[in-house]
């Protein structure tokens, strides 16, 4: 908590609202949104961004005397053990019932506002160098090519790393045996855990490692700015991974924080990404989908967690990972 830096979006013109916001996104992607949130209401973001265990932990200190009004990004399965755990309040407002019901929590604790998945990015020279073709399943992230060469997130903070370990479980046939085994294979070829989803992403695209497993926000990102990297979804699947938004239980500016949640869930913030180039999907069926993800979405083999159970077991399957993966 102390490493944790507090923004604030600029403010135009004098306002004395302000709205308190934890994110999971990181701040090129974030900083957009609420910037125009307020240029569009006039309402001051001020928000924290940390990764979403992070976030979560926060969340359960703080449940007594509660210091944001919102969290805003990270993974669903995030939002379902903040709603197990009492953090959440549920709020259905407008624009809610657009929202597809794979998307939200039907009880209203959290509601999607974006869509993407896992892939893997790997450095072009290093598939050069190496004479091999980009891995295309995750299998092939076992090839001893790959020995200390890749990066991923640590899931004792970060809720990319548990759509990996639910991707896992979910290709092997929700075996937990068969994954954790693969876990543990997989684990001799990472370089390193990083603390935040993105955290392998500039390594990779630097040559400083080979392959890092990025969501597609992060990997196209990257792609974009010029790196020359290889994209790859795996064939054997991924779960499709639901940006979640809530307000939290015991909100002081419940007014401000219904607002936000309105503006969030319509195509006026959604169509925001593409005119951003933040390469996720819209959840509102009238946003406009941004195309290059939308076809690798489209072309993906994806599963559809079951996020109670992934809400249930979320601690259960980090703590397996510290202790018998990453130990």
């Known amino acids: 908590a102390g490493a944790a ?19 999971a996104w990181p701040e090129q992607f974030s900083t957009p949104l609420f910037n125009a949130f307020t240029q569009q209401t006039g309402i001051e973001v001020q928000f924290v961004r940390q990764s979403a265990g992070e976030l979560l932990a926060r969340l359960r200190a703080e449940k007594a ?9 990270g993974p ?11 953090l959440l309040e549920p709020y259905k407002g407008a624009g809610w019932a657009a929202i597809p019901d794979a998307y939200k929590d039907p009880d209203g604790y959290y ?12 450095n072009a020279a290093f598939l050069k160098d190496k004479k091999l073709s980009a891995p295309a399943s995750w299998a092939d992230l076992l090839n001893p090519a790959y020995r200390k060469q890749i990066q991923t ?3 004792r903070t970060s809720g990319t790393a548990m759509t990996r370990l639910l991707s896992i479980y979910y290709a092997f046939g929700k075996d937990e045996a068969k994954a954790l085994d693969y876990q543990k294979k997989l684990n001799e070829n990472v370089q390193s855990y990083t603390k935040s989803g993105a955290g392998g992403a500039i390594p990779v695209a630097m040559g400083q490692a080979a392959i890092a497993l990025l969501h597609t926000v992060e990997a196209l990102e990257t792609k974009r700015k010029g790196y020359d990297v290889v994209i790859t ?8 991974g639901i940006e979640g938004m809530a307000m939290v239980k015991g909100v002081k500016n419940r007014e401000l924080a219904a607002k936000f949640l309105d503006w969030a869930a319509s195509p006026k913030m959604q169509d ?5 180039s933040i390469f996720v999907l819209p959840t509102h069926p009238q946003a406009k989908p941004e195309p290059e993800i939308a076809q690798m979405m489209k072309s993906a083999k994806l599963y559809q967690v079951d996020l109670e159970w992934a809400g249930a077991n979320r601690k259960r399957l980090v703590d397996q990972w510290i202790n018998e993966v990453a130990r």
């Open 76 to 86: 669903a399965d995030t939002f379902h053990a903040a709603k197990n755990a009492g």
């Open 233 to 240: 979804v795996p064939s054997d699947g991924v779960v499709e």
């Open 5 to 23: 830096t507090l923004a604030a979006t600029a403010v135009y013109g004098q306002t004395q609202e302000k709205l308190r916001v934890y994110t």
């Open 65 to 73: 005397n509660p210091q944001v009004d919102l969290m805003f990004g």
């Open 272 to 276: 925001l990404f593409v005119a951003n």
């Open 153 to 155: 997130a640590d899931a």
């Open 111 to 122: 509601t999607g506002f974006a869509r993407l998945t896992i892939v893997f990015m790997t």
